[in-house]
């Protein structure tokens, strides 16, 4: 009996504990120094390490042993309105902080995919057009917030901006959907450097927007379309040391080609005898796939044979032909 009240008593005390420290402080994945000059190391410190650490404090303790603790953050946010406004702050402070130090970058010149940025183009007809939008919405936040650009509920970009720490997963929030991208318009995010300046702050903070991350997030929302031949893994293949071959011999480089030629004349091999999908399976296609084999084999013994640079690109030409053929053959 009394090891029974003991083992109940240690796990008590277990979920107690497991519950004041739920949510953590996440590592940023670079210095704080790595945004300068836009971003000073001396802010990044204090933004990431004090302000952000105490949102996840007072988060931790504002869910001190509440069985919510144990729920995600964004499962928090989705029902915000039935807790306190110390769970709403600082659920919002660590959701916010945490998507924000994660699309930020100093690697140069991130841009977002295809997808999105059709998108965005869809949406706002330019990209110079969205960030003004964007920095307008961060610009006439009156005192403390953020600016969004988010997914709706019906697939679709938008932007807006929150008080404080709201945002858009909140359900009380005006503007609702998934955030992808998000300015802290909080003074402690620029004052140290630009003051009274929100504007050049704003001006500044797209140099180290890391769009890689944007366009993971919007396709966690709004999956890559699935591609014609994703059913066809062979010829996808075939497609990769083709480009990685051709492309550089072009350019007078020809030892990619010359190292890889039995490389393609194998992927060539698999991709005809591979099962072809139904949309594709028609005599035309089988018969330029044959083609496809024999121009990489003859393309190969020239290699082997040492052949000079001039005769192996004629024989890659009309490789690159004849899988241009059945990507033709295939359209039709």
Request: proline share 4%; charged share 25%; glycine share 4%.
């Amino acid at each position: 009996m009394r090891f029974g009240i003991l083992l109940l008593f240690i796990c008590a005390n277990a979920w107690v504990g497991l519950s004041q420290s739920n949510f953590k402080l996440p590592e940023l994945g670079y210095p704080y120094a790595s945004l300068e000059p836009f971003i000073d190391s001396t802010t990044m410190l204090i933004h990431h390490s004090k302000h952000h650490n105490a949102y996840v404090t007072n988060l931790n303790n504002a869910l001190k042993d509440s069985p919510d603790a144990s729920k995600s953050i964004v499962d928090i946010l989705s029902s915000i309105s039935k807790y306190s406004d110390a769970v709403r702050n600082n659920a919002g402070g660590h959701y916010n902080h945490s998507l924000f130090w994660n699309i930020l970058t100093h690697v140069k010149n991130t841009q977002p995919d295809k997808y999105l940025l059709e998108e965005i183009r869809k949406s706002f007809t330019s990209m110079d057009s969205m960030k003004t939008l964007l920095n307008k919405a961060a610009s006439t936040r009156f005192g403390s917030g953020w600016a969004w650009l988010y997914i709706t509920s019906d697939k679709k970009l938008a932007i807006g901006s929150s008080p404080n720490q709201d945002n858009p997963l909140m359900d009380l929030s005006p503007i609702k959907g998934t955030p992808i991208l998000g300015i802290d318009v909080w003074e402690h995010a620029y004052y140290l450097k630009y003051q009274n300046k929100r504007a050049d702050y704003l001006s500044a903070i797209w140099n180290v927007i890391n769009w890689n991350e944007v366009t993971r997030r919007y396709h966690e929302v709004i999956p890559i379309p699935k591609g014609k031949f994703d059913d066809w893994p062979e010829i996808k293949s075939f497609h990769e040391v083709m480009a990685q071959t051709f492309h550089p011999a072009e350019e007078g480089n020809f030892s990619a080609i010359r190292s890889r030629s039995s490389e393609l004349a194998s992927k060539a091999a698999t991709l005809s005898s591979s099962k072809i999908p139904k949309e594709f399976l028609k005599k035309e296609v089988t018969d330029v796939l044959k083609s496809l084999v024999e121009g990489t084999k003859s393309l190969d013994k020239l290699v082997k044979k040492k052949a000079s640079d001039k005769s192996i690109m004629k024989s890659l030409n009309s490789v690159h032909d004849s899988f241009h053929k059945v990507m033709d053959v295939c359209d039709h």
